[in-house]
């Protein structure tokens, strides 16, 4: 397997080794040791799998007291899968990484805790997978606007489907003013 380091603190993309051949393929998602050594030591505690049409844009996410880490992949079809830095003190923090993971590439991304993240679906149909770090707390859950001008993510679609949470989301300096609140407030 290949580690690529992104221009984003403790984002990688994987790139798994594949075997092909005549009747399909074989990979490895996880591998314990491997992943370790690459730096993912963390336990993962949930698996999550959505399926999605064209257009679709999940995102962007996050929890605030229980953190999750994420290792993504997709089975079918392909997505734009982005991540954001929203960690206060980090060198990338406010910066975006966006990269194609698909059934052709079988790559993975991982997202470590403390970032946000989204993807929009490319493809007629996608089947996405999740590796989590923490338990799925709805209350916790927070979205930041998918389309903040401040954050400017180069999304591949300009007229993504949305959830009435996605539509809803609140601005990037909206949620910074309020991690400063809180932490203040600490």
């Given at each position: 397997m290949e580690i690529v380091k992104t221009?984003?603190?403790?984002?990688?993309?994987?790139?798994?080794?594949?075997?092909?051949?005549?009747?399909?393929?074989f990979l490895e998602t996880w591998q314990k040791e491997r992943y370790t050594a690459a730096g993912i030591d963390f336990p993962f505690i949930q698996d999550n799998c959505s399926k999605s049409s064209y257009g679709v844009l999940r995102g962007l996410h996050f929890q605030r007291m229980f953190p999750q880490g994420k290792l993504v992949n997709v089975s079918l079809g392909s997505v734009f899968d982005v991540a954001v830095d929203i960690r206060r003190g980090s060198p990338t923090?406010?910066?975006?990484?966006?990269?194609?993971?698909?059934?052709?590439?079988?790559?993975?991304l991982w997202i470590a805790p403390g970032l946000a993240h989204g993807f929009?679906?490319?493809?007629?149909?996608?089947?996405?997978?999740?590796?989590c770090t923490e338990f799925y707390h709805h209350e916790d859950e927070v979205t930041i606007r998918w389309n903040d001008p401040e954050l400017n993510i180069k999304w591949p679609i300009k007229?993504?489907?949305?959830?009435?949470?996605?539509?809803?989301?609140?601005s990037f300096s909206v949620i910074l003013g309020e991690i400063l609140e809180q932490e203040k407030n600490s």
């Open positions: 221009p984003i603190t403790r984002v990688l993309l994987i790139k798994p080794k594949e075997w092909r051949d005549t009747r399909g393929y923090f406010g910066q975006w990484y966006g990269i194609e993971l698909s059934e052709e590439n079988q790559w993975q929009v679906v490319t493809s007629t149909i996608a089947h996405f997978h999740y590796k007229d993504p489907i949305l959830s009435i949470k996605d539509k809803t989301a609140l």
